[in-house]
């Protein structure tokens, strides 16, 4: 079973990435040319983030990779935004 606090600076990794990248994307969204490093960051601190919660995923019990699931949904869904955009806009990532 993941300890409380594992499960606890997870969730705070996981809402400090989104936040990250959701305002990469509203930057791009605002200006034609966007910072690419910063999105591209905000992209990799996404995967990182996802492989975190695969990870920690190994050693929890069901009603934390309950919790874990529903995070990795958030992780991924911020990923698609981020690379559609990223290929709409001309940018391959």
Do not use: C, W
Not at 48 to 61: C, E, F, K, L, V
Not at 67 to 76: A, F, V, Y
């Amino acid at each position: 079973m993941a300890t409380r606090v594992s499960m606890s600076n997870l969730t705070q990794q996981v809402e400090d990435t989104i936040r990250f990248a959701e305002e990469q994307y509203k930057q791009s969204s605002l200006q034609e040319q966007y910072n690419d490093d910063n999105y591209y960051q905000a992209l990799q601190r996404l995967e990182q983030t996802y492989q975190d919660i695969a990870t920690m995923a190994h050693s929890a019990n069901g009603p934390q990779r309950e919790q874990l699931h529903r995070m990795r949904l958030q992780i991924q869904q911020m990923q698609n935004s981020m690379i559609l955009k990223g290929t709409r806009g001309g940018e391959q990532f």
